[in-house]
Antibody, heavy 116, light 108 residues
Framework: EVQLLESGGGLVQPGGSLRLSCAAS????????MSWVRQAPGKGLEWVSG????????YYADSVRGRFSVSRDNSKNTLYLQMSSLRAGDTAVYYC?????????WGQGTLVPVSS | EMVMTQSPATLSVSPGERATLSCRASQSVSSNLAWYQQKPGQAPRLLIYGASTRATGIPARFSGSGSGTEFTLTISSLQSEDFAVYYCQQYSNWPPVTFGGGTKVEIK
């Protein structure tokens, strides 16, 4: 069974930084591209970033390019999202998801409130 | 960026009735269209991809149709567990993939 478990969320001040992690199990992690998708409170879904299975290719939404960085450690079956220069508009639940085009499995999400 | 528009925003349906949800793309996405279900406090779940292929474990009462710019998700006979928000998502023109704003299916 595919399991994705996010961690690292929490309250951060505007301008601050945070690193999210997503521990994967139940599938061959290195064989799958992965993504981060976020959902602001009471709002819809927004794709944030994606990364190929070997980590060579990364993709970003315009709203986060230059501020967020996605990476992975296939030896640890873990996906990361380094977030910097955070803004109030980045407040959301951040989900990791299996895939970069369609998302077959999702984690339970981790909440990142950005507020002073 | 591809814009996905879902209608209606809210659909009130009685259990056992059919629900029909619509999704329109601002330009053709061929059949590169997925549908997700999200219940309160839960992560989204993939229902349909390729516009009409059910994901693993999805009941047959869920069906998808359409191609190009117009798509439909049909729930043939609504069960209590089907009341949720449904999102369409295109993956033809990526990155970025884009989602519709969602349709909330509520109990009538």
């Amino acid at each position: 069974e595919v399991q994705l478990l996010e961690s690292g969320g929490g309250l951060v001040q505007p301008g601050g930084s945070l690193r999210l992690s997503c521990a994967a199990s139940g599938f061959t992690f290195s064989s799958y591209a992965m993504s981060w998708v976020r959902q602001a409170p009471g709002k819809g879904l927004e794709w944030v970033s994606g990364i190929s299975g070997n980590g060579d290719n990364t993709y970003y939404a315009d709203s986060v390019r230059g501020r967020f960085s996605v990476s992975r450690d296939n030896s640890k079956n873990t996906l990361y999202l380094q977030m910097s220069s955070l803004r109030a508009g980045d407040t959301a639940v951040y989900y990791c998801a299996q895939g970069v085009m369609k998302f077959h499995s999702w984690g339970q999400g981790t909440l990142v409130p950005v507020s002073s | 960026e591809m814009v996905m528009t879902q209608s209606p925003a809210t659909l009130s349906v009685s259990p056992g009735e059919r629900a029909t949800l619509s999704c329109r793309a601002s330009q053709s996405v061929s059949s590169n269209l997925a549908w997700y279900q999200q219940k309160p406090g839960q992560a989204p779940r993939l229902l349909i991809y390729g516009a009409s292929t059910r994901a693993t474990g999805i009941p047959a009462r869920f069906s998808g149709s359409g191609s190009g710019t117009e798509f439909t998700l049909t729930i043939s006979s609504l069960q209590s567990e089907d009341f949720a928000v449904y999102y369409c998502q295109q993956y033809s023109n990526w990155p970025p993939v884009t989602f519709g704003g969602g349709t909330k299916v509520e109990i009538k």
